[in-house]
């Protein structure tokens, strides 16, 4: 019941927020030097002059602005995103046949990140004085201050091109033709390096709140009093440090899902992953601007997506929400 | 009967480099015998803790001992390997701390962090931990334990924590309990209930308890021994009786005599009844915002108050935490807006006051607030601090400047002091700063929010003297708030006894302590530690 | 304890402040060492490191010199890095002030616009708003300034939420001082520092998501960046990855040195939790 209400409220406001983006791009369209029509049709659209004409009569593009918004708002709520020229395709169908990409590439470094990222932390706020912690944290440092797309630059080197270890581009082996469990080991040999080089930077993140938030829980009054009752320091740090700690972690991670999505984009442009990053690379590249507002749409809806599931794991974790709500 | 169970023997402990002192504690030496109560008294900063730390193991960062042994059941625990010690902790010494708030983990359910007492030392299988876990909540009293069992911290008020506090601690029936300041955080019922109990147990488990505390009521209550402390070194030590009625130390002489006793004073010089401030059916709800499938929370802070303050008087409001007190003084300066009522000051209207308007008008009445850390801006010289208001109601900076050093002068700081920043004070220096801030755009009426509550005792007294002085030379008046009986008796001529939002009882200050009609006033009066103690103490 | 003297107490802090003076060093002697523009061919493309005299680093695709490239990019990230930042605090600590100080309706509505920019991912945002107002510095710094000022909203308003019910807050109040002084001179000085902090960190973050916009080919036609380079030569990394891997080297030092320069900062301003955390 809780949860039903809770989750209700949550799409409604997901709903707002999606509606205003969609005015923001209208308005971002509008705002753009040149002519609507041929923005929304594309560098390559733009030369089709029977395109153009359909283009404006849809989007009513010679009436008044209220109308054109009206046009525009009611077509993406029917889940109408218009027409990519240059792919020959619906903007729509293009984004469903690469989303399971990504999905697949953000929710593993999402995990990948946590997992990791929270065990550096607390190895780190365990040994806080000694060489061992120094090293975690200098590491998480460097993967923090390194670029993205660089890293993962350097990996296709080393590990595709000199160490000829794991495949440098793609999703799964072009023509290989297989299937079942050599279908998913292809994919998961192919997943290794574009997920763990966008793990890293998240890694590093969550290595840092991780120490941080630990060593502020181990400051707090029950720790003493976890002491006070002979518990050993083992289960101090796991269950009274680490299960308070957590909180801001998760708090973080909702925030930084955003953070993630955006990553992909050069994560994907890299490895060729067949995603929506790619496909946001692709738009850019041949000016397709329209479906470059349609990724943008879709990669905040799945930002959405990942903070209501962040709230509710954070509403798991601490008993006090729920008196709250 | 004399069977030692715990032995400190010229025990140091060594602060780290840069602290104001070399030493937490120097060559201190006591005993707790089995089956009694020793309290260790102190101010902040006596060291009065710190040696219950190092008997715990528990001593913080940096901290370490340099001389002496702990005696502990004939072995000494400085010679203890850190597992050792674990092993003593729970089982064989507990303890309980000051803040019931922060003490329990807040995502553990209460049965659960008591349970993992006997989990620490293997002892008993799960179920029946949660047993005897329900067992010890019904000892210590908690209501309806079979739902305490399973509620979180945050669904216990803090006298429940504090209990579910002492139920661990007693779980495994240590030899030993050390008590840090236990009641501090409480109100004075609570602390009553919580004293009784603690006292209760210790003689029915013939435990021998250390309790630490800076109150010496608290003391007069619970004590068999006594062992007052000062900057790091025991100043005195004797059974209570000795100590509390013949005091040998100056020292402690002067912390006994710091106590505002219930002694009532006299009342004052007939005056004639001139009113400076009029209340008239005050009425303050406190609404959360409800959302959209949130209902709206509502608190009633104040129910139809009223009140009439006359010229150069005190008026002291008195009241547990949630009474309303706050919320009244805060209405009054207009801090707080209430929903209806009247508030006249002088005849005009306080309540309908807005903007610039209320802005002219509230230099007429100032308020010294209770923490004298929070109460000045860190950034900003004293005297500058001073002069802020003189200059936001059109003084020129010069004179502001120099009416403030006048005004450090007065409160007995020095012109001098102005160009110091608050760091640079101590706690009641600070309070006399607040005091000045008030003075400065020459109030009509002071209201003092608990402003000596944070204090030490010694400090208190010269705090309440001061104010006193300032009055008398000044011809101000004083709304008094405080949760402290014994300070509203020292120092205001007429009591207002407040609960749960609304005005229980009032009078002069020698109709509400010597006869009190209502009978929750009395409950507060009798919960006053040390009460029965007094004859002897005043 | 003196400021520096704490500061330099953080011996990383004191290496990210040497990194960080170097950087700055190469930013302004590129157009002495490099008089020329680093669009400019000068040698055959593909030189590998060392292998001209005077061509320290080789030369690119299109036979430039790599060096000076290296250097003139040194300018144009920290110029955006900076000027990002010092927009977006314009942006965010007025918001976050009247939020936190006022509280209530206002506070609901400015925080709800605030939310939805935090929502919003960051990169795709100013993907396209890059993309849309075409690429050049102007559009850079807004699209940055435009993706990173919600956190210092957020932080203002957290400070400003946990001061204004302070003490000396009410107090000035009472004294009858107005709202825009007792915001300007009670509350504001006591949230600089960890505003400080927070800038130092973001300059370094624009000058990644600067690198990141130019690889991607959203970067300023008219001016070399590091993260143009590594994009350039991003297809011929087989044949000769140093071409990416020196401007990469170069990101990861700045932004490193400006990290450390950041956690310096924060032991310097707040010592408490500095110890806190040792």
Same mark, same amino acid.
């Given at each position: 019941m809780l949860y039903a209400r809770l989750i209700t409220m949550r799409l409604m406001k997901a709903i707002v927020v999606l509606f205003l983006i969609i005015i923001f791009n209208f308005f971002l369209i509008h705002m753009a030097p040149g002519d609507p029509a041929a923005i929304l049709a594309g560098e390559a659209g733009a030369t089709d002059k029977e395109f153009l004409r359909q283009l404006r009569e849809r989007f009513g593009l010679d009436q008044p602005i209220y109308v054109q918004l009206w046009h525009y708002v009611s077509g993406i709520a029917t889940?109408?995103?218009?027409?990519s020229y240059r792919q020959q395709m619906p903007v729509l169908d293009l984004i469903l046949q690469r989303l399971p990409a990504t999905l697949l590439l953000t929710g593993t470094a999402f995990v990948l990140s946590l997992a990791l990222g929270i065990l550096a932390g607390s190895l780190a706020a365990a040994r806080v004085k000694k060489v061992s912690g120094s090293l975690i944290m200098a590491l998480a440092l460097l993967f923090y201050a390194t670029p993205l797309f660089w890293v993962a630059l350097m990996a296709v080197v080393l590990f595709?091109?000199?160490?000829?270890?794991?495949?440098?581009?793609?999703?799964y082996t072009v023509g290989a033709g297989l299937e079942g469990f050599a279908l998913v080991l292809d994919v998961a040999k192919h997943l290794i390096l574009p997920a763990t080089t966008l793990a890293l930077f998240f890694m590093a993140i969550y290595t840092r709140i991780t120490r941080a938030s630990m060593l502020e829980a181990s400051q707090q009054d029950y720790v003493k009093t976890a002491r006070a009752k002979g518990l050993k320091d083992r289960v101090i740090q796991r269950r009274h440090i680490l299960r308070n700690a957590l909180l801001p972690i998760i708090t973080l991670a909702g925030l930084q899902a955003g953070q993630m999505v955006g990553g992909a984009i050069l994560t994907e442009t890299v490895f060729a992953w067949p995603g929506i990053g790619r496909l946001m690379y692709e738009a850019l590249m041949q000016r397709d601007y329209n479906l470059l507002l349609g990724i943008f749409f879709f990669s905040a809806a799945l930002v959405i997506v990942f903070n209501i599931v962040t709230d509710l794991v954070y509403r798991l974790a601490d008993p006090r929400i729920k008196e709250a709500s | 009967m004399s069977d030692t169970i715990l032995s400190i023997r010229d025990l140091s402990l060594a602060l780290p480099?840069?602290?104001?002192?070399? /030493?937490?504690? !120097?060559n201190v030496t006591y005993d707790v015998a089995r089956g009694e109560v020793m309290c260790v008294v102190g101010e902040?900063?006596?060291?009065?803790s710190m040696a219950a730390n190092a008997v715990m193991g528990l001593?913080?960062?940096?901290v370490r001992a340099t001389g002496g042994e702990i005696l502990f059941d004939g072995q000494?625990?400085?010679?203890?390997?850190e597992d050792r010690h674990r092993h003593l902790r729970g089982r064989r010494i507990g303890m309980i701390f000051q803040e019931p708030m922060t003490a329990?983990?807040?995502?553990?359910?209460a049965g659960d962090q008591i349970a993992e007492v006997f989990e620490a030392h293997g002892v008993l299988t799960p179920k029946e931990r949660q047993a005897k876990a329900l067992a010890l909540l019904e000892e210590v009293g908690i209501p309806q334990p079979e739902k305490a069992i399973r509620? /979180?911290?945050? !669904?216990?008020?803090g006298g429940q924590r504090q209990r579910v506090m002492i139920a661990m601690a007693l779980a495994l029936e240590p030899e030993l309990l050390i008590a840090d300041e236990?009641?501090?955080?409480?109100?004075v019922t609570t602390q009553a209930q919580i004293l009784e109990l603690i006292r209760d147990l210790q003689q029915r488990h013939h435990m021998a308890v250390m309790f630490i505390t800076h109150d010496f009521g608290v003391v007069a209550e619970i004590a068999n021994r006594v062992c007052v402390m000062r900057e790091g070194q025991v100043v005195e030590l004797g059974s209570a009786n000795d100590v509390l009625?013949?005091?040998?130390h100056a020292y402690t002489r002067a912390l006994i005599n710091a106590i505002?006793?219930?002694?009532?004073?006299?009342?004052?010089a007939e005056r004639?009844?001139?009113?400076?401030l009029e209340v008239r059916q005050l009425h303050k709800v406190f609404r959360s915002r409800g959302g959209l499938f949130k209902p709206a929370r509502e608190v009633v802070?104040?129910?139809?108050v009223s009140f009439t303050l006359d010229r150069g008087e005190t008026v002291g409001i008195v009241g547990e935490s949630g009474s309303g007190k706050s919320t009244l003084g805060r209405c009054v300066v207009r801090l707080e807006r209430p929903d209806s009522g009247e508030l006249r000051l002088d005849g005009i209207d306080f309540t309908v006051l807005k903007g610039d308007a209320l802005r002219r008008e509230r230099k007429r009445v100032q308020m010294v607030f209770q923490d004298p850390y929070a109460?000045?801006?860190?950034?900003?010289r004293v005297g500058m601090a001073i002069a802020q208001g003189p200059m936001a109601n059109s003084v020129p900076r010069e004179q502001a400047l120099k009416q403030a050093e006048d005004l450090l002068e007065l409160v007995g700081l020095?012109?001098?002091?102005?160009?110091?920043?608050?760091?640079?004070?101590?706690g009641g220096q600070r309070q006399r700063i607040g005091i000045a801030r008030a003075l400065a755009l020459n109030p009509e009426l002071i209201v003092a929010d608990e402003?000596?509550?944070?204090?030490?005792v010694s400090i208190q007294a010269q705090i309440l003297e001061l104010l006193e002085d300032l009055k008398q030379k000044l011809s101000l008046s004083l709304l008094f708030i405080t949760h402290d009986l014994r300070v509203a008796a020292q120092i205001c001529d007429r009591i207002i006894v407040m609960q749960h939002g609304r005005i229980v009882e009032q009078g002069t200050a020698e109709e509400v302590f010597l006869?009190?009609?209502e009978v929750y006033t009395r409950q507060l009066l009798d919960a006053i530690p040390g009460r029965a103690h007094e004859p002897a103490m005043a | 304890m003196s400021f520096f003297a704490r500061f330099a107490q953080n011996r990383g802090a004191l290496i990210g402040l040497i990194i960080l003076t170097m950087i700055i060093l190469m930013a302004i002697l590129a157009p002495l060492l490099?008089?020329?523009?680093?669009?400019?061919?000068?040698?055959?493309?593909?030189?590998?490191?060392?292998?001209?005299?005077?061509?320290?680093?080789g030369t690119d695709t299109m036979g430039r010199d790599v060096a000076a490239g290296l250097m003139h990019g040194a300018w144009v990230s920290l110029l955006i890095g900076l000027v990002s930042t010092a927009v977006a605090l314009i942006i965010g600590v007025p918001l976050g002030a009247i939020a936190g100080y006022y509280g209530g309706l206002i506070d609901d509505g400015l925080m709800r616009f605030t939310e939805f920019f935090q929502t919003i991912p960051n990169f795709a945002l100013a993907i396209v708003l890059v993309a849309i107002m075409q690429p050049s510095v102007t559009s850079i710094v807004l699209a940055i300034a435009i993706v990173s000022w919600p956190p210092v909203a957020r932080l203002v308003r957290a400070e400003f939420m946990s001061l204004r019910h302070r003490e000396y807050v009410e107090a000035a109040r009472l004294v009858g001082q107005t709202n825009s002084t007792i915001i300007l001179r009670q509350i504001l000085p006591n949230t600089l520092s960890p505003i400080i902090v927070l800038a130092s960190l973001m300059v370094a973050t624009a000058i990644l998501l600067e690198s990141a916009l130019s690889f991607l080919?959203?970067?300023?036609?008219?001016v070399m960046s590091w993260g143009y380079m590594i994009g350039a030569a991003r297809t011929v990394i087989r044949q000769a990855w140093w071409l990416s891997f020196f401007p990469g080297i170069a990101i990861l030092l700045t932004v490193l040195a400006l990290n450390l320069v950041g956690e310096g900062l924060d032991d310097a301003l707040n010592p408490k939790l500095a110890r806190q955390r040792q």
């Open positions: 889940l109408d995103f218009g027409y595709s091109v000199y160490l000829d270890w794991l495949p440098a581009y793609g999703m | 480099r840069g602290a104001d002192r070399h /030493y937490a504690v !120097e902040s900063g006596s060291g009065k001593l913080p960062k940096g000494d625990l400085l010679t203890f390997s329990l983990n807040p995502l553990m359910r509620a /979180y911290p945050f !669904e216990l008020s236990p009641t501090t955080a409480l109100d009625d013949t005091p040998k505002p006793s219930n002694a009532v004073p006299p009342t004052r004639e009844p001139a009113p400076l802070a104040l129910h139809d109460s000045l801006n860190p950034r900003t020095g012109a001098k002091t102005a160009e110091r920043f608050p760091h640079e004070f101590s402003a000596v509550s944070a204090l030490d006869s009190p009609r | 490099y008089p020329e523009s680093p669009w400019r061919m000068v040698q055959r493309p593909f030189l590998s490191p060392m292998e001209v005299d005077g061509f320290v680093l080919g959203l970067g300023d036609p008219n």
